[in-house]
């Protein structure tokens, strides 16, 4: 389905969604879902119902956790089939949870799965889902109801047609309501078309009844089938320590390549030329052999120096700006005064001490909004952008707009997507607003502690 | 120092530039002056050079390019020798150049350059089919493997004359390092060579035995 588009629009989408391949896929997500979550709730009910039977029984304590176990291991192995049919039909891809490898003796394993916090979660959707699950059926038996109630002046004129007219004879509308309320009974062909009337309305009715029940699903995979929040947190936690790691050690080969690339190769050239200027001296105590030689290169020599401490300060910049030093405050002032393309600054950053982000926070906002502005000069054509940094409830926010050509993106290769990683190392958050024509905002979210 | 004709490998421009011009004025023949390894082979085999000056670190991916052309010129212009450099020593680079021997090979830190005559004195024994090893290799080299009984029954001067040796200069320039007299050096290199047991013989080939045998190569 597109965006709405006005009422046309509207109407359109309302009359078309019956027949939408994502109605029909909610559909079938619904009726392949029921038998699975019969079976399920049967099946791991009647074997934890029987297992803690035996437990409380004491008599058969170890069968009866035997049980509990087989109960645990079926829902994690029903959890995947039905990750599996949501991911194919309804396109929710909800992340699996690891699998427990319990180690240790017999007991240690047996707690390990009796503690399986997955397992017992997989369970609870279990006995959830058949509600859902009978909810999801009889929201398909309205397609079927719409369908059969649409046809009634056909099926009029068939049964007409077969048996002859009798008098009183009448043609039921199946109510799509449960108990028949308000059903009538068609009793002449011009009335068959009031429930050929009905019937359409179900129909119409029914995709959005499914996708009701089938968003009351999803919600329950997510909460129930996913990884859970803390394994969810640990996850992230390893991705962007692993992003953190490598973005560290990249920084430290780019400096290391600079370093050698840059100012030890015009060191080794500086101490080069002095010797042969040295040469050109000829023996201590004589005459200068070769003057304009001597000049020429204690003159590119001197040359050589200036370009090696030029390039051993924007290295130094580059990895700790001094002006950071003073505060944000005056390092993003600095940074909007070097821009090439005019940069309207409005910060609102507190100037106590024990409001301000740590140094590890400004460095990375420091160099984000450096960044962005880079951005704006290289790839936006912008004639003017804005840089606004303000603080609100414990969240440093950097925005940065420009008046430019727009179509940034993550992965469009403008270190946007670097710029991402190096946010969400620190819990931060990245939000891209650029239609291709302009304008692009980027807004970029940071917490004031790492 | 008769002329020779050289070929430069390396990426750096300035670099690369300077040392062509320092070398032209010292009355050798520059026949190339290239940026990465590939254009090396080609200019080796094309020039047949007396040596070539190769920076080890060049692109595409800046970590051994110049050390593995090296050891394919050693290998196919036995004619010509090659003179390695680099910011970094790496031992395991000196030993890979040093496994099919020493003659005709040098590896220095680029630093050297800065001291032109002696670096072009390096370059020129190299030519001749000798050996010219940094200091610091000579140093990375002698003290990484297990020292010998026999290494280890050298005095102190003789283990200077030894590491002297090794960097590849001639007793004379032993001697003027080390401000002694050509007889006192030779007696030296004598001691050394009949502790490692290397009896008199073809006297090159023992200094190189001697030599090898230090760097535990």
Known sequence: MGKALGWPGALHAALTAPFTRRAGAQAAYCLLGFPVAQVGFALVLTLLAVGVGLIASLVGAVLGLALAVLALGLSRALAALQRALAARLLGERVTAPAQPRPSGGFFARLDARLRDEVGWRAAAYQMVKLPVAVCQLYAVAWWLIGAFDLITPLRWAVVHQLVGTADGASMRTISP?????????????????????????????????????????????????????????????????????DDSAALLRRLERDLHDGAQVRLVALAMRLDMAREGLGPAGGPVTDPDKVRNLIETAHR???????????????????????GLPDALATLAARSSVPVELSVDLPQEESHRPTPAIETIAYFCAAELLANVIKHSGAGHAVLRAEQRDERLRLRVTDDGCGGAALGTGTGLSGLAQRVRTVDGSIRINSPAGGPTAVEIELPLHA | MPAMRIVIAEDAAVLRELLAQMLTERGNEV???????????????????????????????????????????????????????????????ATRLLAAGSAGVGYLLKDRVANTAEFTEALARVAAGGTALDPEVVTQLAGGGRRTAEIESLTAREHEVLALMAEGRSNAAIAQTLVVSAGTVEKHVAAVFSKLGLPSSEDTNRRVIAVLRYLGA
């Open chain 1, 177 to 245: 309501f449960p108990g028949g309320a308000g059903a009538p009974h068609a009793s002449s062909f011009a009335g068959t078309f009031l429930t050929a009337g009905i019937g359409a309305l179900t129909l119409l009715a029914a995709p959005w009844f499914t996708r009701g029940v089938v968003a009351a699903d999803r919600w329950l995979l997510h909460a129930l089938l996913g990884p859970g929040e803390l394994a969810q947190r640990v996850r992230n936690l390893e991705e962007t320590r692993a992003l953190a790691v």
């Open chain 1, 304 to 326: 050589n120096a200036g370009e090696v401490l030029s390039e051993l300060r924007d290295l130094s910049r580059g990895i700790h700006p001094p002006v950071l030093d003073e």
């Open chain 2, 31 to 93: 026949c190339a002056a290239v940026a990465d390894a590939d254009a090396l082979r080609s200019a080796v085999a094309e020039h047949r050079p007396d040596v070539t000056v190769v920076d080890i670190r060049m692109p595409p991916t800046h970590s051994d390019e110049g050390l593995r052309a090296a050891i394919d010129i050693r290998r196919e212009h036995p004619g010509t020798g090659v003179l390695l450099f680099s910011q970094y020593i790496e031992t395991r680079f």
